[in-house]
């Protein structure tokens, strides 16, 4: 039989036991002090990544960071198109004469 759970005051999301349900012996333990270093690196990228250390303030915060990344890639795409017309206008003298008759 395998348990697996998280580990107080650890980054290392999952420590796992499994016992002989026969005998009750204790047959394998995986814990993050039984991990080598790139195990370890490993182990701490998920609670890093959903944020599962440190409550809800912390994954308000990233919900903040990444609409705020969703923003300035948005708002830099605008601008990038405004400025995509006004460098066609000033380019094509005609084209500004046309779209200005249109307004």
């Not at 980054?11 to 195990?39: F, I």
């Amino acid at each position: 039989m395998r348990f697996t759970g998280h580990v107080e005051r650890s980054l290392s999301t999952n420590l796992s036991v499994t016992y002989d349900l026969a005998t009750g012996a204790l047959l394998e333990r995986h814990g993050p002090e039984e991990a080598g270093l790139l195990r370890r690196v490993d182990r701490l990228m998920a609670p890093l990544h959903f944020g599962n250390f440190a409550g809800a303030a912390l994954k308000w915060l990233y919900f903040a960071l990444g609409l705020g990344q969703a923003v300035l890639a948005l708002s830099g795409t605008l601008v990038w198109i405004e400025r995509s017309k006004l460098r066609a206008r000033a380019a094509s003298p005609a084209l500004a004469d046309r779209s200005a008759s249109h307004v």
